[in-house]
């Protein structure tokens, strides 16, 4: 079989090993295809695997010889299914690998946000501490979770484990989901409707998968219901949030701060209003990417194609 990996660099940059699919085919391995050299790379492949490029109807219909595509990430968006799935083609993702990553990582931006420890480490280091006449000095509020409500929409795995994480801090957690599981709630842990969530939270998180009926979820329509105050963390989606309505929030002080994994359009743009809000913090869509969790997805990643050679889908979607 003649496997193509048409942006490995992402998920390997040097300190993995694609040994496992070496395994199971002829692999040539890219680490970034421009879209012009889509076509031409998979032309003859039997199984794609792909990251980010896409994956389009009239890429199908230029490359006959495709058996199958394998996603190297949750989000499937990239690949048209419907048209994979008219020619018999099954798409697979890799739906959990991240779970505990992702939840860090959260948890580690509201902290960051609480405590400015990264501000503050560099203005040691910049002398401000060995000049200052006190014992000690912070240019930012410091703030406390313990008491405090986390609400989180979306309550699936990474959901769930960021709950678990703030009620370690003391804090309660609400959630909202389309899909109750009611085994879920505890004293510190229930569900509730979207309103009372963001009325009622002091942080609220973003777990959620985007939909056409959750695009732009967190407007200026819905920020207005928040608290004073609020904090909002979004390890999801970029598009679950109208960027130029969260930069206003943050201006006029609405929203104590934020701080974002994800943007709409990804490397994020230079005129992005996110750029110039303050009290934001943004970073590069790393939450999924320690070792341990690109491990894991390389091995659920070789063990769907195994599975499809030897006569099964596993992890399909559409």
């Given amino acids: 079989m003649k496997i193509i990996?048409?942006?490995?660099?992402?998920?390997?940059?040097?300190?993995?090993?694609?040994?496992?699919?070496?395994?199971?085919?002829?692999?040539?391995?890219?680490?970034?295809?421009?879209?012009?050299?889509?076509?031409?790379?998979?032309?003859?492949?039997?199984?794609?695997?792909?990251?980010?490029?896409?994956?389009?109807r009239e890429t199908l219909d230029a490359c006959p010889g495709i058996r199958y595509i394998g996603?190297?990430?949750?989000?499937?968006?990239?690949?048209?299914?419907?048209?994979?799935?008219?020619?018999?083609?099954?798409?697979?993702?890799?739906?959990?690998?991240?779970?505990?990553?992702?939840?860090?990582?959260?948890?580690?931006l509201l902290l960051e946000i609480c405590h400015h420890v990264g501000e503050h480490g560099e203005r040691v280091k910049n002398g401000e501490w060995t000049r200052c006449p006190d014992f000690c000095f912070w240019t930012s509020?410091?703030?406390e979770l313990s008491g405090k409500v986390l609400g989180?929409?979306?309550?699936?795995?990474?959901?769930?484990?960021?709950?678990?994480i703030a009620v370690a801090l003391g804090m309660k957690a609400l959630a909202f989901d389309t899909y109750q599981d009611l085994s879920c709630e505890t004293d510190d842990i229930r569900y509730t409707s979207l309103?009372?969530?963001?009325?009622?939270?002091?942080?609220?998180?973003?777990?959620?998968?985007?939909?056409?009926e959750n695009t732009g979820m967190i407007n200026a329509a819905s920020i207005a219901k928040m608290k004073d105050g609020a904090i909002l963390i979004n390890t999801s989606r970029g598009l679950l949030i109208n960027e130029a309505d969260l930069a206003a929030a943050l201006r006029s002080g609405k929203l104590a701060g934020a701080a974002v994994d994800v943007v709409s359009g990804e490397p994020i743009r230079a005129d992005n209003p996110l750029l110039s809000a303050p009290n934001i913090i943004i970073t590069p869509h790393i939450a999924?990417?320690?070792k341990e969790s690109r491990e894991r997805l390389m091995d659920i990643a070789v063990r769907n194609l195994k599975s499809f050679l030897d006569g099964t889908v596993e992890n399909a979607v559409g």
């Fill in 5 to 56: 990996v048409l942006d490995g660099y992402t998920l390997n940059p040097g300190d993995l090993s694609w040994e496992g699919f070496e395994k199971l085919g002829d692999l040539t391995v890219y680490e970034r295809t421009p879209a012009d050299q889509i076509i031409p790379r998979i032309m003859d492949a039997e199984a794609v695997i792909t990251n980010k490029t896409p994956i389009t």
């Fill in 71 to 108: 996603v190297l990430a949750t989000g499937y968006n990239i690949v048209d299914v419907g048209a994979a799935a008219a020619r018999g083609i099954p798409v697979t993702n890799i739906p959990t690998y991240g779970t505990a990553a992702v939840a860090q990582f959260a948890i580690a």
């Fill in 141 to 143: 509020p410091l703030v």
């Fill in 152 to 164: 989180i929409i979306g309550f699936g795995r990474i959901g769930r484990a960021v709950a678990k």
């Fill in 195 to 212: 309103d009372v969530l963001l009325a009622e939270s002091d942080v609220i998180s973003l777990h959620c998968p985007l939909t056409p």
């Fill in 288 to 290: 999924w990417a320690p």
